[in-house]
């Protein structure tokens, strides 16, 4: 009797063995969420950061968060990826080719190179040009939404020449994907050039919002650039949400708005926008307006707003 489709993916996850290296929050949403749907599953999952070399805090809450999810913390990229089916590369937009070169002694034929990074699509040119030298195969995957609360279930596009083979290996894992084109970079690139739009739009209406709230017209603009420009009937839901955004993810944001920014650079285009909403979510993280709330950051936009006015203040005082 054939095995069934579904008992036949459970199978296949069960067998595989996956590495990532980089075990931020978008890693450690794929490990939660195949271990919720009961995929993984895969009996050995490994996991390299360069926080796991940091000091002896990091270090500590890193192995923690990795013991949390069964995952084994790596004593370095290597050792993570040798004998890994799945190689997950999630690391930040900067380090991205620095962590396939980290790899590269330990990657063999067979193998895929899963690169989830937010860079700009040469530059995953560049970094399969050395995994693929090894004998290993690349995958150009671009996550198209925010991993929370979808987890492994975040839609996703893959392109590059490897994908018959990793297509069934991430159907299994119950990814969800579509597939682009067999070039390495056209999955990027489609997310770049999106980013120009969605990345600046967080930007753009946070500025708003805040320079409403400072002069305590937020309860007539609101209202008049959703009805006006957006026909959104929920203007506020819509600035909550992406100033949270902004504030909680703005450092690593603004650099994947660099990556946009050469992406531009790269095809003759020039990045006046793309470049301001860098600037600007790398200005709100460095202000510190994260710090201003203990814990959760609320999806709040005119909180947020505050704490900015307030955080700004406080640094023309000193």
């Not at 489609?190 to 709230?213: H, P, Q």
Request: charged share 20%.
């Amino acid at each position: 009797m054939e095995t069934p489709p579904g008992e036949r993916a459970g199978i296949m996850a069960a067998s595989m063995e996956i590495a990532f290296i980089g075990f931020g929050e978008a890693a450690q949403a794929f490990a939660r969420g195949w271990r919720a749907a009961g995929l993984a599953g895969p009996p050995s999952v490994a996991a390299y950061d360069l926080l796991l070399d940091a000091d002896p805090a990091a270090a500590a809450t890193k192995r923690a968060e990795c013991d949390a999810l069964a995952v084994r913390a790596a004593r370095d990229a290597r050792d993570a990826v040798t004998g890994a089916d799945l190689v997950f590369s999630a690391v930040t937009a900067e380090q991205a080719l620095a962590a396939a070169r980290s790899a590269l002694p330990a990657l063999r034929p067979g193998q895929c190179y899963c690169d989830i990074n937010s860079v700009a699509p040469f530059r995953k040119v560049e970094a399969a040009g050395l995994v693929e030298q090894r004998g290993a195969q690349y995958v150009d995957v671009a996550v198209m939404d925010p991993v929370l609360p979808k987890l492994h279930r975040t839609p996703l596009l893959l392109s590059g020449a490897s994908l018959a083979r990793v297509a069934p290996q991430f159907e299994a894992l119950g990814m969800q994907f579509e597939i682009v084109s067999e070039r390495v970079g056209d999955a990027s690139t489609l997310k770049m050039i999106r980013s120009v739009a969605i990345k600046g739009f967080e930007s753009v209406t946070m500025e708003c919002v805040a320079a409403a709230v400072k002069l305590g017209i937020d309860r007539r603009v609101l209202p008049s650039v959703g009805s006006t420009l957006f026909r959104h009937p929920d203007i506020d839901s819509l600035a909550n949400h992406v100033s949270e955004r902004v504030t909680v993810h703005g450092k690593r944001r603004a650099a994947e708005m660099r990556e946009v920014a050469a992406t531009l650079e790269h095809i003759g285009l020039p990045a006046f926008m793309a470049q301001a909403t860098a600037a600007h979510q790398q200005w709100v993280t460095d202000l510190g307006v994260r710090a201003a709330f203990p814990g959760e950051v609320p999806k709040d936009a005119r909180a947020i707003a505050r704490a900015l006015l307030s955080r700004l203040n406080d640094q023309k005082v000193e």
